[in-house]
């Protein structure tokens, strides 16, 4: 049962997201650009909570604090590594940076980091089912608007809609194996689940701090900043109320 749960919602955090994000993109560019900070803003919310709320309090019940932030900070630096040679930075809007990279690397990175999500969402999983949830959420939450400008780079580069949304979903069923094979080493060896979901937590804030919230500072507008600052919130709120009880 527990391997069931695991699958569906890492299809639903990785395919998901690509099917919506593909869906969003018939809406007028107009509302589409209204939409994305607060998409992003949301999923902000939503990646601290889960690491904060859900990962790091769960990792740090089971294993010594030293263990579990020494992870943490090798996580961070290990993302570092992996932007640094541009195949895990997100991206949202027509104007980044990385839309000159490659549309092929573009789904290579894309499918390394649902491998990684995958295995955050199966050690959630295995530690909880609200956990797991929580996880999975604050996956879907900041895999949409990623998967929105990755069609956005896409398109530019020459691919039709019918190719980008199939090399999208290509690229994200990569959780799956990711997931499963979390899932098996897990079970084995258990007392690594604690560093585990560091790891992941590493990732959750790592993309929050270094990608997410950089692009929100790009709209300084009072109202705007406000706006921003209640979705993140509101994402935060998402999560805690999925761990009132835990």
């Not at 899932?183 to 990608?211: E, G, H, K, R």
Request: proline share 4%.
């Amino acid at each position: 049962m527990q391997l069931i749960w695991i699958i569906s919602f890492s299809l639903l955090g990785s395919v998901g997201a690509i099917l919506l994000a593909g869906s969003y993109l018939l809406f007028p560019e107009k509302i589409r650009q209204n939409l994305i900070p607060c998409l992003i803003s949301y999923a902000t919310g939503t990646l601290l909570g889960a690491a904060f709320l859900g990962l790091l309090r769960h990792a740090l019940d089971h294993s010594p604090a030293a263990s579990v932030l020494s992870t943490v900070l090798i996580g961070i630096l290990t993302f570092f590594l992996l932007e640094k040679i541009v195949i895990w930075r997100h991206c949202h809007d027509m104007e980044c940076e990385k839309h000159a990279v490659a549309g092929p690397l573009l789904l290579i990175g894309d499918a390394l980091h649902n491998l990684i999500d995958g295995i955050a969402i199966a050690a959630a999983f295995i530690s909880s089912v609200p956990i797991g949830v929580t996880t999975s959420l604050a996956v879907f939450a900041h895999e949409f608007p990623q998967e929105v400008g990755d069609f956005a780079i896409l398109l530019a580069s020459g691919y039709s809609r019918r190719r980008a949304l199939a090399y999208n979903i290509l690229s994200s069923l990569s959780t799956l194996p990711g997931a499963i094979l979390a899932y098996y080493f897990l079970m084995v060896v258990q007392t690594l689940t604690p560093n585990i979901m560091a790891f992941s937590a590493a990732s959750f804030i790592y993309i929050a701090i270094a990608d997410l919230i950089p692009n929100l500072h790009k709209q300084s507008n009072l109202i705007q900043s406000i706006r921003q600052f209640g979705f993140m919130l509101a994402g935060i709120g998402t999560i805690f109320l999925f761990h009132l009880e835990n």
